[in-house]
């Protein structure tokens, strides 16, 4: 630190001035920044980008880091956001901590590898009343090299009727074979930030930023049985495992569950169907929970759970890979652990 840094009383935190030496993950990146800002912003300002999908408010608990050195003392968001344990481990939340003194931190090594991406909107198609698939063209960098079950940040600019800059994280639906493409599967959130701007405001040839790829929901290398449960746009980053699945001729044997409240709520039919065709093992399955009278439906009723509990039978050898809302999720893994499926075998992906 080149200034001089007052005390912090409680959480009327104090103007610093001058500059600070940070160390990420014991010297591969160091470089100097501003004093007094979020370490959050210090690290984007160096192409380090940690997740974060709460606009720096402290909520979204995406922005851990583990400071080894030099963070001062956490902030009263953090002593109420963060566990005991990661307290006493030295866990931070970038968005909240302010740059006061060097500071050493590590970060998963993977982080250093995301980018930020210049993106164009390509086609937005309707997939149902509240469903959209955005497909982006990578301008620079033109590649994106993920693991289907990542996801990137989309960085939604300020626009009529919103007041700030924000980031959300939509996981990625396309083949990962088609590096300059990445799918985006969003759902509209009534009064929601980002989704209010992409469903109303976005619109074929805009320009956009992303940042990824990140997250480490992905596909085992073994060969065991998968079982995969999604709801709603959850069935993004399936879709790109499926894609995964077919491009390494897959022979895994797979059932994919996908629920929809009623019958306007279940898509891509079509595209499971080929799917269906393309890999020798593979089944979907799409389950209506409300099905109106005059509704031809002649497929599975019910809730994704009541399926579950009808139709799964877990061996030793199925793993499932779960994706959609946290309640759907924390359900699920419910009916899962009764059926005696442990722990290390059930992966999810929680849109929260
Ligand atoms: C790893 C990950 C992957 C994801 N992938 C996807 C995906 O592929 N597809 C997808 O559709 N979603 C995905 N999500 C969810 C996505 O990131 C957003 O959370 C979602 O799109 C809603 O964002 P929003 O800005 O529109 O809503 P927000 O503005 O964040 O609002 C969310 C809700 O809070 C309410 N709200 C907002 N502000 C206030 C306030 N001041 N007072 C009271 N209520 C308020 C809104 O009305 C709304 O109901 C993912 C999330 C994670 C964590």
Same mark, same amino acid.
Do not use: H, K, W, Y
């Given at each position: 630190m080149s200034e001089t840094v007052q005390e912090w009383a409680g959480d009327v935190r104090p103007a610093v001035v001058g500059t600070c030496q940070v160390d990420v993950n014991r010297s591969t990146r160091r470089f100097a920044a501003q004093a007094g800002q979020p370490l959050l912003k210090a690290l984007e300002r160096q192409n380090i980008f940690i997740p974060s999908a709460c606009g720096g408010r @402290? &909520?979204?608990?995406?922005?851990k880091v583990k400071v080894l050195? @030099?963070?001062g003392a956490p902030s009263p968001v953090e002593i109420n956001r963060l566990s005991p344990a990661d307290l006493e481990a030295g866990v931070r939340l970038a968005c909240q901590l302010q740059l006061q003194q060097d500071l050493q931190i590590e970060i998963d090594?993977? $982080? $250093?590898?995301i980018r930020d991406y210049a993106a164009v909107v390509q086609e937005i198609t309707t997939l149902t009343h509240d469903i959209r698939r955005f497909q982006l063209r990578l301008i620079e960098p033109k590649m994106l090299r993920f693991r289907p079950g990542q996801y990137m940040q989309l960085y939604v600019p300020i626009y009529p009727g919103s007041s700030d800059p924000i980031n959300r994280s939509y996981s990625i639906a396309s083949?990962? %074979?088609?590096?300059?493409r990445v799918d985006f599967i969003i759902r509209r959130v009534l009064n929601g930030t980002s989704t209010t701007f992409c469903f109303d405001y976005l619109r074929s040839a805009d320009a956009l930023h992303l940042s990824g790829p990140y997250g480490d929901f992905r596909l085992s290398d073994g060969a065991s049985d998968i079982l995969f449960i999604a709801g709603g746009s959850g069935m993004a980053p399936i879709q790109s495992m499926l894609h995964q699945m077919k491009n390494t001729h897959s022979q895994r044997k797979t059932t994919f569950l996908f629920g929809g409240n009623? %019958?306007?709520? &279940?898509?891509m039919l079509e595209e499971m169907r080929q799917f269906e065709k393309d890999l020798p093992n593979f089944r979907f399955i799409p389950i209506v929970a409300n099905v109106d009278a005059g509704d031809t439906w002649t497929g599975e009723r019910g809730l994704v759970t009541e399926a579950v509990k009808r139709l799964v039978q877990p061996g030793p050898a199925l793993e499932a890979y779960l994706c959609g809302s946290p309640g759907m999720i924390d359900a699920t893994v419910a009916v899962l652990a009764r059926k005696?499926?442990?722990?290390?075998?059930i992966f999810f992906d929680k849109f929260s």
């Open positions: @402290g &909520i979204c608990r995406q922005c050195q @030099g963070g090594p993977e $982080l $250093l590898t083949d990962p %074979v088609r590096a300059n009623t %019958v306007r709520d &279940i898509f005696g499926m442990s722990d290390e075998r």
